[in-house]
C-alpha cells in the first residue's frame, strides 16, 4: 500500500508565486483545486515565505524515496575544488567520419605551466574516451588535435549527439568545450544480393552490388575496399553510369576460390553524393598444402634474376589441366601476384619468373595455387649478389606478452629492424584476427625511420588491455618490389594476478602526433596467399600489373595532420 502514498506525495507540487503589492501566496496541486488567493487585507495573517521556508516542507506518513527524473545521471562535472580554464575548439560542430578522418583542435590557457594534461570526449550517451596526457607549455597553454580513428580505428562513424571535449590537469584544473557531432547521412543506397559468400561459392556465382539515389545518367565511381585495407577501382575503365532512374547495378565474381577472407567494401561517389556497405567472405573448405613446386635452383643472382629466363620452377600434384595462381614474396614480405597459368593433362607445369633489376637479396619465396580446390604448394630460394640492398632483418623482442605489460607504458612489446634502407619509413599497426587495428599510446599507428646505419626501431603500447588472443604486428612502408610488408605473430595472454575483461574498458587515447608522409600502401592479404582481383562477370583475365591501387572513395588517413 506504499505505492499510492508515493504517487500521492509526487503529485503534490507547492508553488509559491510571491505577487507585487499583493503579497499574495499562491499553491496549486495537481489534481486538487487551487486555494483562493488571500486578499490584501489579510497579508498580515499569511505565513510568509521566510516563514514557511523555517517551518520546512510537508511530510509523508510513508514513503520509499524521493521523486526524481527516470535514469538521470551526470554525464560529466568538474569537482567543486577544480579551477575552471577556458577551452575552445576550431569547430564547434563537425559530421562523425570527420571527427574520425581530422578530428578537432582542442586549445586551453591558463593551466599550470608543465603539468599533465588529459583531455576527454564524453558522448551524449555518457560513453567516455580520454586521450593521453599532454604537457602545458610555459606559458600554461596547450594547443593538439584528437580524432577518433586513433581510438576505435574501425569506426568512421562516431557517435552522433552533442559531446563534450573535457580538459583536466594534474594541478587541479579543468574545463570543457561542447562539440555537436552530426551524423553522416548516405544519400546513395548500396546493398549486395547475397550479403554473405563463401570463398567456393565466390568462384560459381556472383554477388550483385545494387546502388541507387545518383542522379539519373551520371557517372558512378565504385571502389572495392578489400579485407587487407587495399582499395580498387572497379570498372574504372568502362564507364560506369546510372541508368535513367538513377539506379546502379554490378556483379562481382571471383575467378579463384582464393578470395580474402573478411569484410569487402563496396563505396560509391558521384557527385556531391556518397554512399557504402559490406559484405561478408567466409572460408572455403580446408586447404591442404598436398602439391609441390620446385626452383630449378636454390640460388640465383640479381643479374640472372631480372635477365631472361630468370628463376624457372616446375609443378606437380595439381589437377589435371587445373588453373593455378602464382605468388612471389620477396625477403621483405612483399607479395607479387604474377597471374595465372594452367598445367598439362598430368597435373604438371613448367614456368619461370623474371624480376625488376636491384631487388633486395635473401630468401625468395614462390607459391602456387589451385584455382578450384585452394589447395597450395610453396618452394624457396634465395637471391644473392646485390649489397646495397641485404636481405632487412625485422623482428619482435618477444612473441608473447601479458595483457597488462602490453599497455603499461613502461613496458610493451619492441619492433626492431637492421639492414632496413636508411630513410625508409614504416606504418606500424597492431591487428586481430580480422584484421582491425587495435589503438596504440601513440595513436592508431606507430612510425619508425631507419637510420643512417639501416636500424629503426619502436615500442608499442596499447591504449587498453587487450582480451588474450593472436595478434599480428603489421611494418609496411616502401613501394614496388623493394617495399616492406612484415606480419609478425604476437601472442597476448592474460595477466597472472587479474582478469582481463572481454570488452575493453574505458581508453586513453594518445595525442596525434605529426608522423612521416608514406606512399599508397600496397599491401597483399594478410594470410600467405592473397586473393586475385575481382572483375565484373563475365570473369576478363586479370591485368597482371602490380601497383595498381586506385585511391578510396572517401580519405581512409594512415599519417595525422594537424
Do not use: C
Not at 56 to 68: C, I, Y
Not at 533 to 544: M, N
Amino acid at each position: 500500500m506504499k505505492k499510492p502514498w508515493i504517487t500521492a506525495g509526487a503529485a503534490l507540487v507547492a508553488v509559491l508565486v510571491v505577487g507585487g503589492a499583493a503579497g499574495t501566496v499562491a499553491v496549486a496541486q495537481s489534481g486538487i483545486p487551487a486555494a483562493p488567493a488571500q486578499p490584501a487585507s489579510n497579508v498580515g495573517a499569511v505565513a510568509s515565505a521566510i516563514d514557511l521556508e523555517r517551518a520546512g516542507s510537508f511530510t509523508l506518513a510513508e514513503s520509499e524515496g524521493a521523486a526524481a527524473l527516470d535514469d538521470s545521471r551526470v554525464i560529466a562535472a568538474a569537482p567543486e575544488t577544480t579551477a575552471i580554464v577556458p577551452v575552445s575548439l576550431d569547430a564547434t560542430s563537425i559530421e562523425q567520419y570527420w571527427l574520425w578522418a581530422s578530428g578537432v583542435e582542442v586549445t586551453a590557457h591558463g593551466l599550470t605551466p608543465g603539468s599533465d594534461v588529459e583531455i576527454g570526449i564524453v558522448f551524449s550517451s555518457g560513453t567516455t574516451k580520454h586521450w593521453a596526457p599532454v604537457q602545458a607549455d610555459a606559458d600554461g597553454t596547450i594547443v593538439t588535435r584528437v580524432r577518433t580513428l586513433d581510438v576505435d580505428p574501425e569506426n568512421t562513424r562516431p557517435e552522433a549527439g552533442l559531446a563534450q571535449i573535457t580538459v583536466s590537469s594534474s594541478a587541479g584544473e579543468a574545463g570543457s568545450a561542447l562539440l555537436d557531432i552530426t551524423a553522416t547521412t548516405d544519400v546513395i543506397t548500396v546493398s549486395s544480393d547475397p550479403a554473405t559468400i563463401s570463398q567456393d561459392e565466390f568462384l560459381d556465382r556472383p554477388v550483385t552490388i545494387h546502388a541507387s539515389g545518383f542522379s539519373p545518367m551520371t557517372k558512378v565511381f565504385f571502389n572495392l575496399g578489400m579485407p587487407d585495407t587495399t582499395m580498387y577501382a572497379v570498372g574504372e575503365y568502362e564507364g560506369l553510369h546510372s541508368d535513367e532512374n538513377g539506379n546502379f547495378s554490378y556483379q562481382l565474381q571471383m575467378n579463384s576460390v582464393n578470395s580474402q577472407v573478411g569484410t569487402w567494401l563496396m563505396s560509391f561517389v558521384s557527385d556531391d553524393r556518397s554512399g557504402s556497405a559490406t559484405f561478408q567472405v567466409t572460408a572455403g573448405a580446408v586447404r591442404t598444402a598436398d602439391k609441390a613446386v620446385t626452383p630449378a635452383s636454390r640460388e640465383i643472382s640479381v643479374a640472372d634474376f631480372a635477365a631472361e629466363p630468370g628463376m624457372r620452377f616446375a609443378l606437380d600434384g595439381f589437377l589435371p589441366f587445373d588453373t593455378y595462381e602464382l605468388l612471389l614474396t620477396t625477403s621483405r614480405g612483399y607479395t607479387a601476384s604474377l597471374g595465372i597459368s594452367r598445367t598439362d593433362g598430368e597435373g604438371r607445369d613448367s614456368n619461370a619468373i623474371t624480376s625488376p633489376k636491384g631487388i633486395p637479396e635473401g630468401e625468395y619465396t614462390v607459391t602456387a595455387r589451385s584455382t578450384t580446390t585452394g589447395d597450395y604448394a610453396t618452394g624457396t630460394f634465395r637471391v644473392t649478389g646485390n649489397p646495397a640492398a641485404p636481405a632487412s632483418k625485422i623482428s619482435l623482442s618477444t612473441s608473447s606478452v601479458s595483457s597488462g605489460s602490453l599497455a603499461d607504458p613502461s613496458g610493451g612489446v619492441a619492433l626492431e629492424g637492421s639492414d632496413v634502407t636508411p630513410g625508409t619509413s614504416l606504418r606500424v599497426s597492431l591487428r586481430n584476427g580480422a584484421w582491425e587495428r587495435q589503438p596504440l599510446l601513440v595513436g592508431a599507428d606507430a612510425y619508425a625511420t631507419a637510420g643512417d646505419d639501416g636500424r629503426l626501431a619502436v615500442t608499442l603500447v596499447t591504449l587498453q588491455p587487450l582480451a588474450p588472443g593472436s595478434y599480428t604486428i603489421w611494418a609496411e612502408g616502401g613501394g614496388g618490389a623493394a617495399a616492406y610488408d612484415v606480419r609478425l605473430p604476437l601472442e597476448v595472454t592474460a595477466d597472472a594476478t587479474s582478469t582481463t575483461p572481454s570488452v575493453a574498458p574505458e581508453t586513453r587515447l594518445a595525442p596525434v602526433d605529426e608522423a612521416p608522409a608514406l606512399p599508397a600502401p600496397t599491401p597483399d592479404a594478410p594470410t600467405p596467399a592473397p586473393a586475385p582481383r575481382p572483375s565484373a562477370s563475365p570473369t576478363p583475365t586479370p591485368d597482371p600489373i602490380e601497383d595498381d591501387v586506385p585511391s578510396p572513395a572517401l580519405p581512409v588517413p594512415t599519417v595525422p595532420t594537424r
